[in-house]
């Protein structure tokens, strides 16, 4: 199956700083979700980004499909960002089945 | 008006009991998925429903059996508990198979 890598595992920022999570993926995909699942366990739709580049407030994400990386970037960063923050892909043979990568853990200090 | 809902949103259960947990989306979206994450937070999809037809169907224990009595329910029963099953469980919606998930907000169950 397809392989979905995210780095770094886990991240520790001081609120206002800037950060910029990858996502390396084995294999051609039809879809890209950015998801951040704060420390209460809810899981938010930050992005649906199968290519290009798209931007949303502090935060935007970028695809390339042809080089199987997708990379989201958090500018100024703020305490409310800390969570896990999940790449998901799908094939484009296997639709309505995403894999997620294990996460990056983002911790933004005060 | 949540989008995606779960009942319940704990469930502490014993060993080799049987239980349910329900999934409803106002969305009006036509799939409908359950995923688990385990202690490590990995996410795993189990299943995959479009318009009522389950579409995806991963390597999990015939224990577990989903039910759609229509586009806007998914529910997922467990037979036969066992420690393993310990997880949260999250349900999900998208307009189609190919869409922008949108998350419920999890079921915790705890297997003693």
Known sequence: GIQVEQSPPDLILQEGANSTLRCNFSDSVNNLQWFHQNPWGQLINLFYIPSGTKQNGRLSATTVATERYSLLYISSSQTTDSGVYFCAVELYTNAGKSTFGDGTTLTVKP | ?112
């Open chain 2, 1 to 112: 008006d949540t989008a995606v809902s779960q009942t319940p949103k704990y469930l502490v259960t014993q060993m080799g009991n049987d239980k349910s947990i329900k999934c409803e989306q106002n969305l009006g979206h036509d799939t409908m998925y359950w995923y688990k994450q385990d202690s490590k937070k990995f996410l795993k999809i189990m299943f995959s429903y479009n318009n009522k037809e389950l579409i995806i169907n991963e390597t999990v224990p015939n224990r577990f059996s989903p039910k759609s009595p229509d586009k806007a329910h998914l529910n997922l029963h467990i037979n036969s508990l066992e420690l393993g099953d310990s997880a949260v469980y999250f349900c999900a919606s998208s307009q189609d198979r190919r869409g922008h998930q949108f998350f419920g907000p999890g079921t915790r169950l705890t297997v003693l």
